[in-house]
């Protein structure tokens, strides 16, 4: 009897399994549409607000909620902190392996730098595994398709919950449908034009999308750290740190000093490709993160994308490391002055 | 007609922009991490010290892979998508 009930719980796993399974074979090769820019969900005044920044601000709330809840205990005094246990256990790990890479690194000048590196990766942390919760980048408000491709709309509950049926696509004309303002879920536009229902195309603008998977906030990140470079150098070295781009003093020595006047330019590119370097390499790993999944979800959507998703947590967790890690390189090499510059002059 | 063969074009491009592209950080990611394995199995106890150095090798080559993947999705999703 026992083995009967186990049977037919597995026998209902793999009814349930081709269905789901043979209802995307059934639409191979019919992909979600993939946007690069974000899309704006409302705007207050002239500030517009993408789903990105809703996304990024749920993603901070979340870590100060995390963080000021692991570190009430030492924050009362409580002699409980002694020992930590739990979440401040996974805090005080992550502080303590940070700190130790920022000394190796750094050695006495990492207690000005850490405190810049570990924001960063704590926030580049939970901004990039925002990506692997179900809804995001898929539950919004459906509007109609502006240019490009749209679905046909489908009614789960009438007048409250559509979805789109993506084995459908229509084509849409950026000229056609301009005048068409986005909508709300709202059952208007089915009473409206019910003759033109077979042919409008509609799609999904999501309330919620990875935040380091946007270009503006990854660029946001690169400027503010390469600044801050720039700051902790000139605080570190004073007005001799700018010799390390208009090597001055190389120069009026001759010979090989001019090689060193040269060189300083190259330092000077290098410093704007540094920005371009860190923008790209959190937003390609990120996006193509989030498009790999989408696209293994597409071709099966049962067991396939685990694995996927498992890589994702780990990519999420490498750069978040590595943009840390290469801003406390950065900052450590504009602090450390050069010898001879020094002596140059003097 | 002209619209399919330009789609069909930069799909092409976008594919050989990240083919071609990750030729080179391929290569370079091998040989950076035989370096560093090759001098954990002789120096075990500098495997910390090696590792962090290796990771920051690791992401130097694979911007470069990520710019052509920047511009294979520039090619996919952006330009006349």
Sequence with gaps: MNKLIKWGIFLAMVIFACVWITNPIANYGKFPTIKLPSETVFSIGPLTVTNTLITTVIADIVLLVFVFRATRKIRRGDPDAEVPRGAQSIIELMIDALYGLSKNVAGNRALKIFPWMATIFFFVLFANWTELFPGIESIGVIEKAHEGTGYAKVELIPGFLYTVDQSKPIEVHASEEHAAAGQVAAAAEVAAAPAEAEGEAYHVLPFFRTPTSDINTTLALALITMTMVQIFGIQALGGSYFYKFINIPAAKQGGLGYMMFIVGFLELISEVARILSFTFRLLGNIFAGGVLILVMTYIVPFFLPMPFLGLELFVGFIQALVFSMLALVFMNMAMSGHGDHEEAHH | ?81
């Design chain 2, 1 to 81: 007609m002209e619209q399919a063969l330009i789609d069909a074009i930069r799909y092409l491009g976008a594919g050989l922009a990240i083919g071609l592209g990750a030729i080179g950080p391929g290569i370079g990611i091998g040989i950076l991490m035989q370096g560093a394995l090759q001098a954990m199995g002789r120096n075990p106890d500098a495997s910390s010290n090696i590792q962090t150095n290796m990771i920051l090798g690791v992401a130097f080559a694979e911007a470069i892979a990520i710019y052509a993947l920047v511009v294979a999705l520039i090619l996919m999703f952006v330009v006349g998508a």
